[in-house]
């Protein structure tokens, strides 16, 4: 089931969310060319830990880590390690959460240093489309609905969206009923229900849309090598308004501070 919800499910959800987004922000302070992917994996992992609950993706399938970091031509999935990160890089970091029998997930595009206009480009792009599909995780419209939203954000924009890896339903499990993919039509697929609870995160590539998977077995990254972006938040589908249950402000006061500007920041006029 996907949308068996009670207020109380969501708000355990709504728990989970905020404590990922958080790990994130702990995240956004270390982020700088110099740092390894797996030193943002430990310090996640201690803040989720320190807060009473689990990392969501160790274990989970057999991945091995709190975080998925996947670098610049790298989608999703990537697998922390000692890679070095360098100014110019853009990494997406994929955070999950587990407490009180639920989960939480969402995942953020950070700039590392100074990425190029193209990439910075991206990001913003990428960031936009997210929320152009939760405008549309409105009870009565259908999957297809915040897919097409998506797809036509990205591709006016030059972009092309990732077709084997695709949103989903949150709860008990990390991915649940139904998929959400970040490309469709309007009007098809699933009809959305009030108190569905529904992760959208669009993961947008700068040259084609294919994708191989490499020889670890997990990370996805782009078939030309060119960047893919990738953001994510889970919503609650409501009647007038998706309830957002993750949050990028934590992450973003960071990203302030640090003057490492946001994806909107980071674009040059
Ligand atoms: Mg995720
Ligand atoms: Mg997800």
Redesign the pocket.
């Known amino acids: 089931m996907f949308n068996d919800n009670t207020e109380e499910t969501i708000e355990i959800m709504r728990e989970c969310n905020l404590l990922a987004s958080k790990a994130l922000a702990e995240v956004a302070r270390m982020v700088a060319p110099g740092i390894t992917t797996l030193d943002l994996d430990k310090v996640a992992e201690q803040y989720i830990r320190d807060h009473g609950a689990e990392p969501g993706f160790k274990g989970y399938g057999g991945f091995p880590n709190t975080l ?1 970091t996947s670098v610049n031509s790298q989608v999703v999935h990537g697998i922390p390690s000692s890679y070095v990160l360098r100014s110019g890089d853009i990494l997406s970091v ?3 959460v587990k407490m009180k029998g639920y989960y939480g ?3 953020y595009t950070y700039a590392v240093g100074e990425v190029s206009e193209k990439i910075a480009e991206l990001m913003l792009v990428t960031y936009e489309a997210l929320y152009k599909g939760i405008e549309q995780a409105i009870a009565g419209k259908r999957v297809g609905d915040i897919g097409n939203a998506i797809q036509q954000h990205a591709e006016k924009a030059g972009f092309t969206v990732v077709r084997e890896m695709v949103g989903h339903g949150l709860g008990k499990n990390l991915h649940e009923k139904p998929e959400i993919p970040n490309y469709g039509k309007r009007g098809r697929g699933v009809l959305l229900k009030k108190g569905m609870v529904l ?1 959208i ?1 669009p993961m947008i590539n700068l040259g084609s849309k294919g994708i191989v998977q490499e020889a670890d077995g997990w990370t996805i990254r782009t078939k030309d090598n060119q960047p893919s972006a990738h953001y ?1 938040h889970a919503v609650v589908v409501d009647r007038e308004k998706a309830d957002i249950l993750s949050s990028f402000k934590y992450i973003e006061e960071v990203l302030i501070n640090k003057n490492m500007g946001l994806p909107w920041q980071n674009k040059k006029p």
């Open positions: 998925c994929d955070c999950g997930d969402t995942a992760c995160e994510e």
